[in-house]
């Protein structure tokens, strides 16, 4: 092996062991004693779980401990504990590139196996610690479209200067890929999954 085949080697472990080695921690929020854990991903900090406070009535908690609850935008907008917020569309970007792009992200985010997600799970990795699930997204009050197939998180940023659409992000049981796409906001229609970030 030639001396620029031992760079290349060595620069693609460290690589590896940049995204593999993030630091991990935990939080614990005050306003309902529910503990979380947390994960760097580059220079960003995120909740390592989706969010499980019940803002109100109106919040959707079945199988909240593994899953987290869905929230309605406005509720989303609000849910997360002080010190950390619902990231912008932006901000979920910056995640996805950082893990190579929409095309990939989506495996390195995922849980790994089928305990939660339905097979064949591709190309699941978690090699970000993000543990994604796959909670679905509700339109009446229960857990129902696609429960085990997808997971969907709100963002804080609106979409096409249209009122009540903001972008979010899926991912899918049966690709790598990272989807930006949007939903309405209302209580009457799709609640779905938060994931907090860490203010800066």
Known sequence: ???????????????????????????????????????????????????????????????IESYGCLYYYEEALKACPSGWHLPSDAEWTKLTNYLGGEKVAGGKLKETGTSHWQEPNTG?????????????????????SGFGQEGDWWSSTKCHDYDGCYFIRVL???????????????????NISVR?????
């Open 1 to 63: 092996m030639n001396n620029r085949s031992v760079s290349i080697t060595i620069a693609l472990m460290f690589i590896s062991i940049g995204l593999n080695a993030q630091s991990t921690a935990s939080f614990t929020d005050s306003r309902d004693g529910k503990s979380y854990k947390t994960v760097q991903i580059g220079k960003q900090v995120w909740m390592a779980e989706n969010l499980r406070y019940k803002f109100s009535e109106s919040t959707i908690s079945f199988k």
């Open 124 to 144: 699941a990795t978690n090699e970000s610690g993000f543990t994604a699930l796959p909670a679905g997204q509700d339109g009446d009050r229960k857990y129902g």
């Open 172 to 190: 899918y049981y049966e690709n790598n890929d990272v989807e930006r796409s949007s939903k309405h906001s209302g209580v009457s229609c799709c």
């Open 196 to 200: 907090c970030l860490k203010d800066k």
